[in-house]
């Protein structure tokens, strides 16, 4: 079985979101239907804008918790989000 480690991104507040799952579409479905309640309600609709298999979930938190730090997130903004065109 393979883990996804994704990173979602909500283009009207500018913000991101890293994961991981066994099951993107139904994580993706949980983050824009969600209740509003959810903490992250208010930053919705979310896009997928990248995505890693990793067979070993340890790998795939290693590579969650990189893509959290400062450093990851820099990678995601200069490398991944000029790839798409939120205009």
């Known amino acids: ?22 099951s993107l579409t139904d994580y993706m479905i949980t983050m824009n239907v969600m209740k509003s309640n959810n903490p992250l309600y208010e930053f919705r609709p979310w896009t997928l804008i990248h995505m890693e298999l990793f067979e070993d979930e340890d790998e795939a938190m290693v590579r969650e918790g990189f893509l ?3 450093m990851g997130q820099d990678y995601i903004r200069r490398e991944i989000l000029p790839m798409f065109d939120f205009h």
């Open 1 to 22: 079985m393979s883990f996804k480690v994704f990173v979602l991104y909500s283009y009207p507040n500018d913000r991101l979101f890293v994961g991981y799952t066994k």
């Open 68 to 70: 959290k730090q400062e």
